[in-house]
Structures are given as structure tokens and as C-alpha cells.
């Protein structure tokens, strides 16, 4: 592919992204988890720190379990994998920001594998029962859950237009 | 391409990413800039609300003002683009998770064209000057401005091993 394909393919599947909330029973391959995991790992952190860790969920039970906790994550039932991000961050602006990098990314690799998936988040009680849950310690903050499988639907959601968003050189 | 490959692709792709902080005065094509601007406009955000502007800065005498303000910034100054968030939200976490799904695109999108590009944030003082440059009203918050430019190298950074970030089913 010429330079220009390989962009536009690129920014095509960046383009392509949506998030999906309802999800097949079908399992999703190995290599589409181990890819994620990956590219969760490469993901920038600031000052490189990689001030969290992931639980990766598969088992049934404990994905329904999370599911009924407090927060916007009933997600968490019907999907194949859940990936919870544990952060250890103690600067908690920078520590919310490098988590909203990370779940994009995992999204994005799910997508590169035609995967759906979408972010949840636990609230109040729901922190605390997630980590009690998965034996996360009492110092990591727990907030985040990526759902990931095979879209049953996808929530294609309208966006603002360009002169909504974007200012050229000034506000 | 096969499914495989098109998936090899992509992870490929999202593996790759690297923070640039020095760049070649080489300008942008403009369908670059074009193509982070829409994958910006496509990025997800919390509960769909899109609480946040972004400001392109193209304008030499500008960069170099806003690589000079309190914060970790100071690579706009070599930049060809700076591109500034300016957040309406008024849930601080969902804005500045937001706000790092936001970031993370718009570099993919540069790195699809085969550009670098790094984070920077400002901070206390240099927060209120980048508004006041800017013209950004007082009721949006600002903190994070992306570099963009050709690389003239790249950080290629130590990432921590699976086993120091991945757990599977508890911690």
C-alpha cells in the first residue's frame, strides 16, 4: 500500500471506533486478549510512570457480580472479557487522565479485531465492592472497567459538528 | 489484506506510538491536521456529551508563548501544530478522563501519517496565561496542550514486563 493508503486506512479504523454495550455469547479469540493486553502495556503513561495494573476478567460468575455493583457498568454481564484497571497513582489528575488513554487503546485494539467493547465505571459502593471482589488492595483506586466481546448492536451516537468543537488559532 | 493481517495492522500501528518532544521545522500536510481535528471530533466521551473545545494552534509567535508558561509544555515551541483542550465539564473526573481518550486519538491520529507528537500539561500559573493567550473564557478549564510535528527523534521508553500489570481473574 502506498503511504497515503496505509493513513487513510489508519485514521479510517481510528474513525470507526463506537462503543458497543450488548454482546454475543461468542467467545473472543486468544490472540484478540493477549493483543490488548499488549497494547494496554505499551500505552503512555505521564512521566512513564505506569502507575497501574489490569485484572482481566473471563470467569462468568465474577463478571455478573461486578456487573450488579453501584456504578454504569451492567456492561460487564454479557461481555466476554472485562478488563478493571487497579491505579496506584497518588496524583489523582494525572492518574484519571493516563486511565482514559489506557481504555481508549484497549478499545481500539479490541476494534482492530472487529471486537466491540465499552467503558464502565464504579461508583461509590461499587469501588469498594469491586475490590473486594477481585482482591484488589485497600491503596489502589479502582474506578474503570473496559467490557470487550463480539457486538450484538452498536450505539452509533451522534457528535457535534467541526464549528462546535474546533477554534483555529484562537478561542 | 486478510482479517489476520488487517488485525496484525493495526495493533502494529497502535503499538508504535511513541511521545516526540523535538521536532523538524518541516511543516504538517494540512490533511493531517485535518484527520486529527475529525478523529478528535469522533472521540467518545462520557455519556456522549463532547464537553470540550479544542483550540489548533498553528502560529509560530504563539507556540513559543505557550511553551513558555508554567507546566511541562515547552516542547510547542518546536511543534509545527499545538492543539489545546479547552473543558467545559463540571465532573472534574469524567473531563479529565475524557480528556485523555482525547489526547491518546489525536496522537494515533498524527502517528497515522507518520508524524510524533507528546503531551504537555500546564500547570497553576500557566493555566490561567494559556487562557488569556488563547482568548479562552474564564469558565473552561485548561491543562493539556498536544505537540504535533515531524519527529526529529524519538523517546522510545523502557515499558514495565506483563507480569508487573496484568492479573487475570483477582489481582
Chains 1, 2 share one sequence.
Not at 479510517?12 to 463506537?18: A, I, K, P, V
Not at 450488548?22 to 512521566?47: C, H, K, N, W, Y
Request: a positive charge; aromatic letters at 6%; charged letters at 25%.
Amino acid at each position: 500500500m502506498s503511504e497515503d493508503a496505509v493513513a487513510r486506512e489508519r485514521i479510517d479504523f481510528l474513525r470507526g471506533l463506537r462503543a458497543t454495550r450488548d454482546f454475543t455469547p461468542e467467545p473472543i479469540p486468544s490472540r484478540a486478549l493477549q493483543d490488548m493486553i499488549e497494547v494496554a502495556r505499551l500505552t503512555g503513561t505521564a512521566s512513564n510512570r505506569q502507575l497501574w495494573d489490569i485484572v482481566v476478567v473471563t470467569e462468568r460468575a465474577m463478571l455478573h457480580q461486578l456487573s450488579q455493583v453501584e456504578g454504569s457498568a451492567s456492561h460487564l454481564a454479557a461481555a466476554q472479557v472485562g478488563i478493571v484497571i487497579a491505579n496506584s497513582g497518588t496524583r489523582p489528575q494525572q492518574a484519571i487522565f493516563d486511565e482514559g488513554r489506557l481504555a481508549e487503546r484497549i478499545m481500539l485494539a479490541a476494534h482492530a479485531h472487529g471486537l466491540g467493547s465499552s467503558i464502565g465505571w464504579f461508583r461509590d459502593s461499587g469501588r469498594v465492592a469491586a475490590k473486594i471482589l477481585l482482591g484488589i488492595p485497600d491503596d489502589r483506586f479502582v474506578r474503570t472497567a473496559i467490557s470487550v466481546g463480539r457486538a450484538a448492536s452498536e450505539h452509533g451516537r451522534r457528535r457535534k459538528s467541526l464549528d462546535q468543537l474546533v477554534h483555529y488559532e484562537r478561542f
